[in-house]
């Protein structure tokens, strides 16, 4: 499945302008591209939530060749429940965990040269204090999973990932399409897997001729598809077909047809600016104090 590649991870941020302080200066990502929706996304990119949102591409290079993070931002919205679903995203970059201490941004000393942060919402990261690499930061993404077998046959028999390493010890399994992409680690912990409201979803591409057959694999094996195959449409750019896919414990799972993806994905140079733009004029935290409310937890 050479293929196929890894693309992002989707968060739920419910505070859009401490979640843009997180990627921009304390890790350093820059903006790729952004968008705002006056209603929900047919495929649940932004969740179970109908009404408008935002969304972020941030990431230390184009999607073409880097993993970057999807942000998703609900204006009704204000926090989500972390479960135990998600476990960390790795990059190797001295520079942020320099930003961090510069900005007195929480950081532990989790062992020589590796520091434990969280974004905004209680995402973790974790951050190898060693020189940015010139090809992608972004080493691996870590899920939790009930049964490590049974995760571990579905992502590599029936999605092609490819075994990289194992470890009995930790419980963990290191999987990939290919050495030079972001990594996805599984590790078992030991009882059921929790998503809480800020469930994410990680993504990735393929040709889109393989989308028909990877869904009908998906049927055959009684798998769960949380969308079928379906066209998704952004305003004046490329309209783009995914599936969306669960695994044995309910991580959500987004292949999207590789080509129409490379026209969406490619980097808007005003991404910074319109982000800027629309934080400004974001006056919900303003209409809620007004008439004495609170945003939504979700």
């Not at 390493?165 to 290191?174: A, G, I, S």
């Amino acid at each position: 499945m050479a293929l196929r590649r890894a693309l992002h991870f989707v968060f739920k941020v419910g505070d859009r302008t401490k979640t843009a302080t997180f990627y921009r200066d304390v890790l350093g990502m820059k903006v790729l591209r952004h968008e705002e929706f006056e209603e929900g996304c047919k495929a649940s990119c932004n969740g179970p939530y109908d009404g408008k949102w935002s969304k972020t591409m941030v990431g230390f290079g184009p999607e073409d060749d880097h993993f970057v993070a999807e942000l998703t931002y609900n204006y009704g919205v204000g926090e989500y429940r972390i479960g135990n679903d998600f476990l960390g995203l790795t990059l190797q970059s001295s520079k942020a965990v320099s930003n961090a201490k510069h900005l007195d941004w929480p950081l532990t000393k989790v062992e020589e040269d590796l520091y434990l942060t969280h974004a905004p919402g209680g995402y973790p990261f974790y951050l190898i204090d060693k020189e940015q690499p010139l090809s992608d930061p972004v080493q691996k993404v870590c899920l939790a999973v009930a049964d490590l077998q049974r995760s571990t046959d579905f992502w590599s028999t029936l999605l092609g990932m490819n075994i990289m390493d194992r470890n009995e010890q930790k419980k963990t399994v290191l999987m990939g399409f290919a050495d030079t992409q972001c990594k996805l680690e599984l590790h078992d912990v030991s009882g059921p897997v929790d998503h809480g409201t800020a469930f994410g979803r990680i993504a990735f591409s393929c040709p889109r001729d393989q989308l028909p057959d990877l869904e009908t694999l998906m049927k055959k094996e009684n798998q769960k598809i949380l969308t079928p195959l379906v066209s998704l449409d952004t305003p004046g750019k490329a309209t783009v077909e995914v599936v969306i896919l669960g695994d044995p414990d309910g991580h959500e799972i987004c292949f999207v047809g590789d080509e129409a993806f490379k026209q969406l994905s490619s980097v808007d140079p005003q991404g910074n600016e319109l982000l800027n733009k629309a934080m400004a004029e974001d006056k919900s935290e303003e209409w809620f104090a007004k008439h004495n409310r609170q945003k939504a937890t979700a």
